[in-house]
């Protein structure tokens, strides 16, 4: 983030930033951030070499060209019409400008901030022009910008040629309003920006019936409607006044509408995943009755936790540089190194100021960190702030009854970082592993540690299986630690620890004491 000088640029956009924020008053109380690659910092820099691993064992790549496949038609723009809301807000993200008022904390802060909104509204398919930062006590109730900023943004958009302006906060309905009427372009939020970037990543039917329910839930509150024809009905003195029946208008039925039609949608929409939950249950439960351990990957967005699991499974799920490029869970299965088995869940990623309304309804797939046996938080080593990122990721999982689970803090992408780094990281979590998804680097270390933390066999038995009976063998190998294992006239005996869950199963072939 820098001051703009006045005087140094040519082109009328530039311009009108320097006259914004020319006298001594904006030099104290706003910030312009103008992308210095193009890129927003909050995303990593591509590196043809970076994605070498997942190139090659990723089978779902192909969905990035599908989701860079709509972009924006120059020369054409948004402005507010005669539509409703649903309509209004139906269209796509194209160019915007960011703001956000600094109030408390550091100034690193709300910068890291804003760059992370950057990068929110890139992967939701935006081109951000500028960004602008207000220092104020607090927001401006009305208008959040305050009213004379409000107006200088206006000029600011104007001359950009932006279509779209989002606060880096979630505003209140009042407030979107009043700002959307200042500046005369669409106004959104952080909230809304998530939500934009959950519908389009969402695949699964599960997934698409969540994040339209969240979606909706937000915008229930923030209808409104412009134009004449939205026109409010007359109050009931006006018969008495002279003005009579002929007075009243139609009335905001189409906003009426729109409020019946999204309270039905809704009670469908709950209906259904309510439906998804027994078949998740039951697969839940099946690997509960054989026994099997799971451990959820949970992580702030973009800290590699699905390279992690190509890494350790060869999983071969989606793997892009971008904000939430996941979020239908992906389960694979894994081993410890003395050969015990565990099931390894990818989950959605955090970010802060997650909507709450994403936080409920994807309680259900969430659902895979609350009932882990082991937590692997995987933190971005290179991220500048991973403090803040760490703390995000542990009030979530507190949200879903996840806080007394192991946790075994993973810092990614290690390989990025310098050794005076890391020291401040190892500061920071002295228990933490250090790893690399591209190169492998410190996968051993982080798998012994699952070992070390998943429950361990307390059962001994010594079997005698009849040669005909290999699925008793198989079932200890995969369900318990095999001690010894000799091969008899009568059978194959076999020294084996086990869980109590998977001993019925075992108690014919035990050899009495």
Do not use: C
Request: no cysteine; net charge negative; charged share 30%.
């Amino acid at each position: 983030m820098s001051d703009t000088t006045p005087g140094t640029s040519s082109t009328p956009a530039e311009d009108v930033v320097n006259r914004v924020l020319a006298n001594d008053a904006s030099r104290a109380s706003g910030y312009a951030i103008f992308p210095a690659s193009g890129r927003a910092d909050a995303l990593q820099r591509e590196d043809p070499d970076r994605n070498a691993f997942s190139v090659d064992s990723d089978g779902e790549q192909f969905d990035r060209e599908d989701r860079a496949a709509l972009r924006r038609v120059q020369g054409l723009s948004t402005e507010l019409e005669d539509v409703t809301e649903v309509e209004y807000r139906q269209l796509r993200l194209e160019n915007v400008v960011l703001i956000g008022v600094h109030s408390g904390g550091s100034l690193a802060e709300a910068e890291t901030s804003l760059r992370e909104l950057a990068a929110l509204a890139e992967t939701a398919g935006a081109r951000v022009l500028d960004g602008l930062l207000q220092r104020r006590p607090h927001p401006d109730p009305s208008t959040y910008f305050g009213r004379g900023k409000a107006q200088e943004l206006a000029d600011v958009v104007a001359a950009l040629g932006a279509d779209t302006v989002i606060a880096d906060t979630e505003l209140a309905p009042s407030q979107r309003r009043a700002l959307e009427d200042v500046v005369k372009v669409k106004v959104i939020d952080r909230t809304a920006v998530i939500l934009d970037i959950f519908g389009q990543h969402a695949k699964t039917r599960e997934g698409k019936a969540q994040v339209e329910l969240a979606q909706l839930q937000y915008l229930l509150p923030r209808l409104r409607g412009w134009g004449e024809s939205m026109s409010r009905q007359a109050g009931g003195q006006v018969g008495s006044a002279g003005a009579g029946m002929g007075s009243r208008g139609p009335g905001e039925t189409k906003i009426e509408l729109d409020r019946r039609r999204i309270h039905t949608r809704m009670a469908r929409l709950r209906k259904q995943i309510k439906g998804f939950a027994p078949a998740r249950e039951a697969k839940r439960a099946n690997r509960g009755r054989r026994a099997i351990p799971s451990v959820a990957i949970a992580g702030y967005t973009n800290a590699g936790k699905s390279s992690l699991l190509n890494r350790i499974t060869r999983a071969g799920v989606l793997v892009e540089n971008a904000l939430f490029a996941t979020l239908d869970p992906t389960v694979r299965r894994s081993q410890t190194p003395d050969g015990r088995v565990f099931t390894l869940a990818d989950t959605v990623g955090f970010v802060r100021n997650l909507p709450h309304q994403l936080v409920e309804a994807f309680r259900s797939t969430l659902e895979e960190v609350a009932k882990a046996d082991v937590i692997v938080h995987v933190v971005d080593a290179s991220h500048p702030d991973p403090g803040s990122q760490i703390a995000t990721v542990r009030d979530v999982i507190g949200e879903v009854d996840g806080r007394a689970i192991p946790e075994i803090v993973a810092f990614n992408k290690s390989d990025l970082v310098t050794e005076d780094e890391l020291l401040v990281l190892r500061g920071l979590e002295p228990d933490a592993v250090f790893v690399s998804a591209r190169t492998g680097a410190g996968i051993d270390e982080l798998l012994g540690k699952i070992s070390d933390l998943l429950p361990k066999p307390e059962i001994e038995y010594e079997l005698l299986v009849p040669f005909d009976r290999g699925d008793v063998v198989a079932l200890a190998h995969d369900r318990g630690r095999v001690l010894s294992l000799d091969y008899e006239e009568d059978g194959t005996r076999v020294r084996v620890l086990v869980d109590p869950a998977v001993s019925d199963p075992l108690r014919p072939f035990v050899v009495p004491a």
